[in-house]
């Protein structure tokens, strides 16, 4: 499971809806002349909905690539704009819980799965909320790291001139210290690495997450939040939709239950959204 590599290099001037339309033929056009990548795609959609006929599944395969070609290059027409134009684009639902579990004082943990728009939520957390104390979470293999960095970094630096988003050590102590000074940390969902990372269940098979982040959580009583992202052309003048889900209390729980709990959020929102969920090859398409 990786996140998105690249957010599509734009024409200036071209309008959203031409964007995504073009986004989505150039989906369509890899997932035509991509066999590998093709393969690779269904065998994770295979293994997730065993009982799902044929032609359905293969339906389902040509989604996701089309939705990776549109979001990529929706993302690539937002990338342009100032933060007020930007603001204007999103709808914010059930932003009340991020509030409510920021006010507690204990920090909190953002869980933001690799699912097609997934840059807009530390953007949006930074641009409403205040910066993003932390990006990443220990454990996780470094090109995964490095993809969270991959031009999120100056699309942040061209949003504000103050900085919405920080890139710390990747060290335990530091999500610790972090979140004992009421902080946020943006902790992406991927493959893990080390002595604590663990396998669970997860979209009929096992994922190998790292235990670390869920440990800090519980130790300093931080909310793990699952959040989201998805396209939204049906709401107004907004184009995408910024999804807060219910906090998961992390002293009730062992890290463990709290990894499977935030695990079992995430593989809900993609049973509901299947095409915006990058990790069915295992790797990115590569558009």
């Not at 097609?116 to 220990?138: E, F, H, K, N, T």
């Not at 699952?226 to 002293?251: C, D, K, T, W, Y």
């Amino acid at each position: 499971m990786s996140p998105i590599r690249r957010i599509a290099a734009i024409p200036p001037g071209i309008p959203p809806q031409l964007a995504s339309a073009l986004g989505a033929a150039r989906g369509w056009l890899t997932y035509r002349t991509r066999a590998s990548e093709r393969r690779r795609v269904d065998d994770g959609l295979r293994q997730a909905f065993a009982d799902l006929e044929s032609s359905r599944r293969q339906r389902l395969c040509r989604e996701t690539f089309v939705a990776a070609g549109r979001g990529a290059w929706e993302l690539g027409v937002a990338r342009r704009w100032q933060a007020q134009r930007l603001c204007r684009r999103l709808n914010l639902q059930n932003w009340q819980r991020l509030v409510e579990a920021e006010d507690r004082g204990c920090g909190v943990v953002l869980v933001v799965p690799p699912m097609v728009y997934w840059p807009l939520v530390p953007l949006a957390i930074g641009l409403y909320r205040g910066p993003v104390d932390m990006l990443g979470s220990p454990g996780r293999e470094p090109d995964a790291r490095s993809d969270f960095d991959t031009g999120l970094r100056s699309w942040a630096t061209h949003l504000a001139s103050e900085p919405l988003l920080a890139w710390g050590s990747d060290a335990n102590s530091d999500v610790l210290s972090t979140l004992r000074r009421g902080g946020r940390v943006v902790a992406p969902l991927g493959p893990a690495m080390g002595d604590d990372a663990i396998n669970l269940p997860f979209l009929g098979g096992q994922v190998r997450v790292s235990r670390a982040i869920a440990q800090a959580a519980r130790e300093t009583a931080a909310p793990l939040v699952p959040v989201f992202a998805e396209s939204a052309p049906e709401a107004g003048r907004a184009m995408f939709r910024i999804v807060v889900q219910e906090p998961l209390e992390s002293r009730k729980l062992t890290p463990e239950e709290l990894m499977q709990q935030a695990l079992r959020a995430v593989e809900q929102e993609i049973l509901r959204q299947p095409q915006l969920w990058l990790g069915w090859s295992g790797s990115d398409i590569q558009l």
